[in-house]
């Protein structure tokens, strides 16, 4: 009788251990459905080339501009190297952190050449009359629309699960991360 107790724990224990086996693979195959991160992007000439079609104020002549479908606009790490790229062009200097300054601000509903990709990136490019200067052939074009994404999610145009997150530096407190270990000190509690 001891036997056949003993044979049932191990049957009943190596069950056990081929479903936590098989829950351990369903859940990481569950997990491998991420966003598709672009490390090197492809040259400039590969892309197909369409027109765009511009208002009546534009800087310079209208040349036709590679077009996409906002390539960035649910990519999470593109939206952060827009974020990344916004203060390293310092278009804060204009824009400041998007609430405007000598530049529109960025984070409201008012428009002036439209908050479509392609206007956005056509803005970028070619510049407006008035202040905003052309950055053609100064930005590489995937870092372009990398900035299109971040400045359209600083107006709440993209989907929450791609927003990039609130700087260190914006924080109230140091963020776990950065926080200088300490030893704890052992204190009576006050007395009442």
């Known amino acids: 009788m001891k036997r056949s107790a003993c044979a049932l724990a191990r049957s009943y224990h190596a069950r056990l251990h081929l479903v936590a086996i098989v829950v351990a693979g369903v859940t990481i195959l569950g997990g491998c459905d991420r966003e598709q991160r672009r490390f090197q992007e492809p040259s400039p000439a590969s ?46 200097g204009c824009h400041a952190k998007g609430g405007g300054g000598i530049g529109p601000p960025l984070m409201d509903a008012n428009w002036i050449y439209g908050a479509e990709p392609a206007n956005i990136f ?31 999610s600083m107006s709440g145009q993209l989907r929450k699960d791609v927003m990039p997150t609130r700087n260190d ?21 006050p007395l009442q």
């Open 122 to 152: 056509a803005t970028i490019v070619q510049g407006r009359p008035n202040g905003m200067p052309s950055f053609r052939g100064r930005i590489p074009e995937y870092q372009v629309w990398q900035l299109v994404a971040y400045v359209r």
């Open 169 to 189: 530096t914006m924080n109230a407190r140091r963020s776990e991360q950065r926080t200088e270990r300490e030893k704890p000190q052992h204190s009576s509690p």
């Open 47 to 92: 892309a197909p080339a369409q027109s765009l079609s511009l208002s009546e104020l534009q800087a310079g002549p209208q040349t036709p501009q590679p077009l996409s479908a906002d390539p960035y606009g649910g990519n999470a790490y593109a939206v952060s190297e827009g974020k990344r790229l916004y203060g390293w062009y310092n278009c804060e």
